[in-house]
């Protein structure tokens, strides 16, 4: 599996864009990036997935770089909600892989 | 909005005893998952199964373990004889077939072994 490092610990006040980074330097041609959430000890939630090019849907915009050895998540308009753990993956080749999910990076949305 | 439910919520069992826990995933995925995640520490994976068969294991998934999808619906986790670190969270996931985009998870069942 391609290694994935993100900060472990973020902050961000409520309504503004939360900007998480992900580093994938070893990342193959084919290899998608990956975004899931896990809200306390809920079970994780998909949030968005890309290949090469910028990505967005209800929940966030997905910005991999020309390289694609790292992204960023962008989570547009935080809300207390948003307070959560975020995992960056990149399950090796295409198809149903496993998820293998690091530590994250624990965001937590302030008032 | 489909989704995949998973019982009991909680189970508390003694060390030694076989638990089976339960997920129903949504109708139409053909790929099922079971995660644990211990208290404080990352989601493992255990199990992935697809067309009544395993097809891939974690080192974790020993022989204490087993999955089934007895009928149409459910998708089981079973544990031979617990033991005190087989206390977690154990998640049930599943994907559609022919579209990988999303792993849906369940809300987890909490495992107690005491």
């Known amino acids: 599996d391609a290694k994935t490092t993100q900060p472990p610990s973020m902050d961000c006040a409520e309504g503004r864009a939360a900007n998480l980074p992900c580093n994938h330097s070893?990342?193959?041609?084919?290899?998608?990036v990956y975004w899931y959430r896990q809200i306390h000890s809920q079970g994780p939630q998909y949030i968005i997935h890309?290949?090469?090019n910028n990505e967005t849907n209800e929940m966030a915009s997905l910005i991999i770089t020309e390289d694609r050895k790292s992204s960023t998540l962008i989570l547009p308009h935080a809300t207390l909600r948003d307070t959560a753990v975020y995992y960056c993956?990149?399950?090796?080749?295409?198809?149903?892989?496993?998820?293998?999910f690091g530590q994250g990076t624990r965001l937590t949305i302030n008032p | 909005e489909p989704e995949v439910t998973q019982t009991p919520s909680h189970q508390v069992t003694q060390m030694g005893q076989e638990v089976i826990l339960r997920c129903v995933p949504i109708s139409n995925h053909l790929y099922f998952y079971w995660y644990r995640q211990i208290l404080g520490q990352k989601v493992e994976f255990l199990v992935s199964?697809?067309?009544?068969?395993?097809?891939?294991k974690s080192e974790i998934f020993d022989d204490q373990f087993s999955v089934e999808r007895p009928d149409g619906s459910n998708f089981t986790l079973k544990i031979r004889s617990t033991k005190l670190e087989d206390s977690a969270m154990y998640f049930c996931?599943?994907?559609?077939?022919?579209?990988?985009?999303?792993?849906?998870f369940g809300p987890g069942t909490r495992l107690t072994v005491l």
């Open positions: 070893t990342i193959s041609g084919n290899e998608y």
């Open positions: 890309g290949l090469k």
């Open positions: 199964f697809y067309n009544n068969e395993i097809s891939e």
């Open positions: 996931a599943s994907i559609e077939g022919g579209k990988y985009d999303e792993q849906f």
């Open positions: 993956i990149v399950p090796p080749g295409v198809g149903a892989q496993k998820l293998v």
